[in-house]
């Protein structure tokens, strides 16, 4: 028997826990540089708080991970845990180019056979995509990205 949990009022509780640990983690930003963290923070708070206020008027219960494969799921949180450490070290590029190629192998994997060429048009396609965001982060907008050994 799987346990029964009011999901909405844990999300809403978990996104207020969340808001307040960055609210006060903002420290010392510009005026201008934390308008988009605050605008962040102030939607999560929002939603937040209208999950717990429907978690305790609407009450619905649901098993948590009931659905959906939980190998599955500890393997995608396992290489987005190894793609977040990588960052500091490959840089943000090189992490997410290999990262994303990897999960999108594994997530693939476990509905049919990868072959390489398929493996190398999605690595074509991940490499697309992230040239993409990096060229808006780094260049137009400025953001300073984790470098590693590459860039």
């Given at each position: 028997m799987?346990?029964?949990t009011?999901?909405?009022?844990?999300a809403g509780?978990l996104?207020l826990v969340?808001?307040?640990?960055f609210?006060y983690?903002r420290?010392e930003v510009?005026?201008?540089?934390i308008m988009?963290?605050n605008a962040i923070l102030?939607?999560l708070?929002v939603?937040?708080v209208?999950?717990?206020?429907?978690?305790?008027?609407?009450?619905?219960?649901?098993?948590v991970?009931?659905?959906?494969?939980?190998?599955?799921?500890?393997?995608?949180?396992?290489?987005?845990?190894v793609?977040v450490i990588a960052?500091?070290?490959?840089?943000?590029f090189l992490?997410?180019?290999?990262g994303?190629?990897?999960?999108?192998c594994y997530l693939?994997s476990?509905?049919?056979?990868?072959?390489?060429?398929?493996?190398g048009?999605?690595?074509?396609i991940?490499?697309?995509e992230v040239?993409?965001?990096?060229?808006i982060?780094?260049?137009?907008l400025?953001?300073?990205l984790?470098?590693?050994?590459?860039?």
């Open positions: 799987k346990r029964q009011n999901t909405d009022l844990f509780i996104g969340l808001v307040g640990i609210w983690g420290g510009g005026h201008l540089s988009f963290p102030f939607l708070g939603f937040s209208a999950l717990v206020v429907k978690g305790l008027v609407r009450p619905h219960r649901r098993s991970f009931s659905e959906g494969d939980r190998g599955k799921i500890l393997g995608t949180g396992t290489i987005l845990f793609w960052i500091p070290y490959a840089g943000f992490a997410s180019v290999a994303f190629w990897g999960l999108t693939a476990t509905h049919r056979k990868v072959t390489p060429l398929q493996a048009k999605w690595l074509c991940v490499l697309a040239t993409f965001f990096y060229m982060f780094a260049k137009l400025y953001v300073p984790p470098t590693g050994l590459f860039f």
